[in-house]
Each structure stands twice: as C-alpha cells, then as structure tokens.
RNA sequence: GGUCCUGUGGCCGAGUGGCUAGGCAAGGCUCUGCAAAAGCUUCUACAGCAGUUCGAAUCUGCUCGGGACCUCCA
C-alpha cells in the first residue's frame, strides 16, 4: 500500500498527515448514542463515516482498537425537566426497568448499524458499567482544584481553568464571549459561572438511576463518561477522537477540560467531526420532527419517504458526499444513488466473466493509484467512487469487446473492487438474498415456460406472463444471457 | 445577538488559482419480436457586485440567500 493518510483535524483545522503516536497501534474513540430512543438515519450517517475510517486503517494494516461508547445513563433533558434522567423518564412513562429501556435501544442500535455493514467496535463500554472510574476520576479533579462541590453536587470550576488553559480551542470559542452570551437557565443557581458544567449531579429520591458517592446519592455529569472510558480504553492521550459535528461544543470541549484538569494532558492528537444529515437545508432532529428511524426508512413507512430503500443504497447515498459536509436527504437524491449504485453493482457482477487477452488497452495501475489518492485524502468517498464508476464504464467496455486487457490488469480490477468497494467502503452487492428457494424455483419455472413460447414465437404467451408479474410487481428483465427478475422497487 | 460553515448545470454532489469529477434525469444510438433492462454517447455550471491576477467557480471585500453551534443532540 502506497502513501498515507491526510485528515482534517478540528483541532488545527487543517488537514493533517495521519502518524499514530505507537505505530502500528491506533486507538480511536467515537461518542456512541444515547441508548433511550431508536437512532434516526441522521445518527446512521456519524457511524458509517466513522466506520470509513476504522476500515481504512484496517486495511492499510494498522492495530486499531476502536471504542465507542453506549450512553445508558441519560443526561439532562432541557430546562423544563432539568436534572431528570432521560432514561428514568422514558422508564417511567413506559413503566420499564430503566435498563430495560436501555436493553432495547441498544439491541436495536445493533441491529440497525449491521444492516448497514458496520463493523462493531473493538470495546463499546456503557456509562454505567463505569461508575466507580468516574468518581475516581471526579476526584482526582477536585483534587486538582478544578471544581467545587455544592449541594451533593460537583461542578467543573471552567473559570478557574481558564486561568491557565483554553476553554475553547477545539471550537474557537473565548471564555469571555461565551459567558456574556450565555442565557441563563433555572436549574443552574448552584453553579459560579454558566459556563460550569456538572461532574456529578445529585439525585432527587424520585430520581431512579443513581449511585452512591462521596457527595451522597446522585449520577455522572453529562461529558464524564466518554473522558473516563477513552482514557481507561486507549490511554491519557490516543490518536483519534471522532463524533458528530453537534457535539464539538460543549460535549468534546468539555473532555478536553477533564482530561487536562485530571491528567494535564489533552485526550487525542486527531479530533475528527463527521458533519449533519439535513432534510429539506435543516438538521435531521428528533426535536425538529424530521427524522426518520432505519426501519421507517428500509420498510418506506414515513410520510416523506416514497418508497422503500435498502440499507446498501443509502450506504451508498452517504458516501456519495463527504464526511466534512452536510447532506441533504430527499427521495430524488437517494433513488439516483440507488440507481448509480446498481450501476456498480453489475459492473461487478460483469468483471467475473472478462476473458483475459495477451495485451492490454486499459491502465489499471493510474485506477489504484487514483483510488488510493482520493481515500487518502481526508477519506474522499465521492472522488473514490467517481473512480470506481469509471472503472466500470471500463468494465462494460471490456465486456463489450471495445476495449482488452491482461490476466494483470483484470486481476488488478478485481482487487481494487475488493479493496475499496467492500472492504473501505463497506458497500455489500447482495440486495435480493431475501428470497427463498421456493420462490427462485418457482420463478424459474415460469421463466422456462416463457423463454419456450418466445422460441416458438408465441408473443402472447410470453406477454402474457410478464404483464402478469407485473402485476405482482415482480419485473421481468431480459437480456442476452436469458430472463431475470426482480421485486419492483 | 455572538462564533463558524455554506450557496456549483433540471436534481444530488466533488473540486478549488489555468488541465474545468462522478451519479441521476433528459436527448441520440446499440441491443431487442415488442417493451423493459443493460450498454455506449451528447449536454458545460459554479448566488450577485466590485477588486487582486496574464488568468478566479477557486483569493479579497461587500450584498443577498441557506444552515450549524452557543441548551440534550450523531
């Protein structure tokens, strides 16, 4: 494998040369979902992106240990409901366990990030599991002089550490502004400053989940989970940081303040933020109404979806933007990149039949080589695909006879469609293995008595049986090789 | 209000000082009993105005749109 990774780093805001602090280990965190609701396709996209990256290193033979976490330990829900835990709310309007609740949601997340071909992550620890680490490390804050206790609570003193570091600087934003603009929020008079945030919070006796700690019964602050997990996991300081764009601030403003009040070290050399799916210009929210679940999706059972669609396509969709960029969902949009992906798809299925000729008219190495420059380049999925559509105009040339190649070159083909196609891209061709056998065999009968009538020249026979299908909506598809079929999408 | 991002052909989306992606749609063609499918092929855009430059969609300024964050959020 040639070259090396570019990334764009939020920290610097600049691309960035990829060098691993222990070569050839790599530790990667990414900011899990909250486990008290069903992810929506927007919360789909973060994961993909960063499942990009982690099957990049993979493949270009880096040791990566890739933590991301599960938050079951709900956090504030907004000013109405203040200090109320998400999850012991839910819990309590469904009448569940509160790790019921969470049970679920993390099946279901499961569930969904495989439809869509993600690997599962190395560690995925859950914020409960890590109570004990938390307080330790809440202690070891306070111990530092970084925050004060007040009411069985424990707050991050972010004045005091401005003093001496730069509240701020992943997102660029200055203390000073930042309290001047606050709003203030009720619920929030314990605190010094609004720009506070909490370590540990104490628990009303309604509250469900809750521990004990030195500062009585309460839970973990908001930001502590993911700054005691990734330094539990992957160590004081670790190569990537990744999440979505939302969460820069504060969420990973504030890991930055607790690792270096704890451990005077920032927690990762490469901050990685994958940017928003939007509907219509605007953010795919739960709040905003516009989202949509991976099931409603896959099933076509929203209002503003047109069909359904499978999970490969939007896969596919997805990578047709940059990470860094937003992306906006609309049934035009995604029924193009269905069609382009089915596209490649055949031209893949087509690469298998290619005979091999003594001299070639192709160049298969500029491909690779192209290939290797766009992932590279802070992981361009569009131009790497761009590539591989190209490549498979090249394919149906060679198909078509217009064009030779060497056992070299097609064997080159072949690879770079390994490479990039399914093992960085994690894009997968079997979209029809849903039917059974029965079906196949009976579809082949069908198709037998209908390729019989056309050699006898019985058109309406054969007429006959297509417009019956399609009726059935099962579309009949000839071609040089004999008859296909498939569900109507 | 503050900070930041963004505006590309009918649609989606890359790129980013000169070589001007790609997909979908549309037109043409090939294949075909017909149709569909599939393939080949054509189409040249960068919000507006001003400036820098031999040269700008790309840099600078202004104007006008859109959005994100500042509150849980992927």
């Known amino acids: 494998m040639k070259g090396s990774l570019f990334i764009f780093n939020t920290l610097t805001r600049k691309k960035e040369k990829f060098i691993p602090i222990n070569p050839p280990f790599v530790g990667m965190y990414v900011c899990g979902p909250t486990v008290y609701n069903d992810v929506h396709i927007g919360n789909v996209r973060t994961f993909i992106s960063f499942d990009v990256l982690y099957r990049y290193l993979l493949h270009a033979g880096y040791k990566v240990r890739y933590v991301r976490n599960i938050t079951d330990v709900g956090h504030l829900v907004n000013d109405a409901d203040h200090g109320e835990d998400k999850i012991a709310k839910k819990a309590r309007l469904e009448n569940l366990e509160p790790m019921e609740v969470v049970q679920q949601y993390t099946n279901s997340f499961h569930f969904v990030l495989q439809l869509f071909n993600t690997l599962p992550p190395s560690i995925e620890p859950t914020a409960t599991g890590h109570i004990i680490e938390q307080i330790e490390m809440i202690e070891t804050i306070l111990k530092n002089g970084y925050a004060y206790t007040k009411n069985g609570s424990v707050y991050f003193d972010v004045e005091k550490y401005s003093q001496m570091h730069h509240y701020g600087k992943l997102s660029g934003r200055i203390t000073e502004e930042l309290i001047a603009n606050t709003r203030s929020l009720e619920g929030q008079e314990e605190k010094k400053s609004p720009l506070d945030f909490a370590l540990w919070k104490n628990a009303e006796p309604s509250h469900i989940m809750k521990w004990k700690s030195p500062w009585g019964i309460g839970f973990p602050g908001w930001h502590l989970e993911c700054s005691v997990m990734s330094t539990k996991y992957l160590g004081e300081t670790f190569d990537i940081h990744g999440g979505g764009m939302d969460l820069k601030f504060p969420h990973h403003e504030c890991e930055i303040a607790q690792s270096v009040a704890a451990e005077n070290t920032e927690p990762a050399k490469y901050w990685i933020h994958g940017n928003m799916l939007t509907v219509n210009g605007q953010k795919m929210s739960k709040s905003l109404g516009n989202s949509f679940t991976a099931t409603q999706l896959i099933n076509g059972t929203h209002p503003?979806?047109?069909?359904?669609?499978?999970?490969?396509?939007v896969r596919f969709f997805m990578l047709q933007s940059h990470y860094s960029s937003t992306l906006d969902f609309s049934n035009e949009a995604l029924q193009a990149s269905e069609k382009g992906f089915r596209r490649l798809v055949n031209a893949i299925t087509l690469l298998e039949t290619i005979q091999p000729s003594e001299s070639g008219s192709i160049n298969t190495d500029?491909?690779?080589?192209?290939?290797y420059d766009a992932i590279q380049d802070d992981l361009n999925t569009p131009i790497l695909i761009a590539h591989l559509f190209d490549a498979a105009k090249t394919i149906n040339l060679l198909y078509?006879?217009?064009?030779?190649?060497?056992?070299?070159q097609i064997e080159t083909l072949k690879s770079v469609f390994k490479n990039f196609f399914f093992d960085i891209l994690?894009?997968?061709?079997?979209t029809d293995n849903n039917n059974s056998d029965k079906t196949n065999g009976i579809m082949n009968i069908i198709l037998n008595i209908r390729k019989k009538a056309r050699e006898n020249k019985d058109f309406s026979t054969s007429d006959f049986i297509r417009d019956e299908l399609k009726k059935l909506h099962i579309i009949i598809k000839d071609s040089k090789e004999g008859a296909l079929w498939e569900y109507e999408k």
Do not use: V
């Not at 994690?426 to 079997?430: A, D, I, K, S, V």
């Open 400 to 408: 078509d006879k217009k064009e030779i190649a060497t056992k070299e």
């Open 304 to 313: 503003m979806l047109e069909k359904a669609y499978e999970p490969m396509s």
């Open 426 to 430: 994690g894009l997968q061709t079997e």
């Open 366 to 371: 500029e491909l690779e080589k192209k290939c």
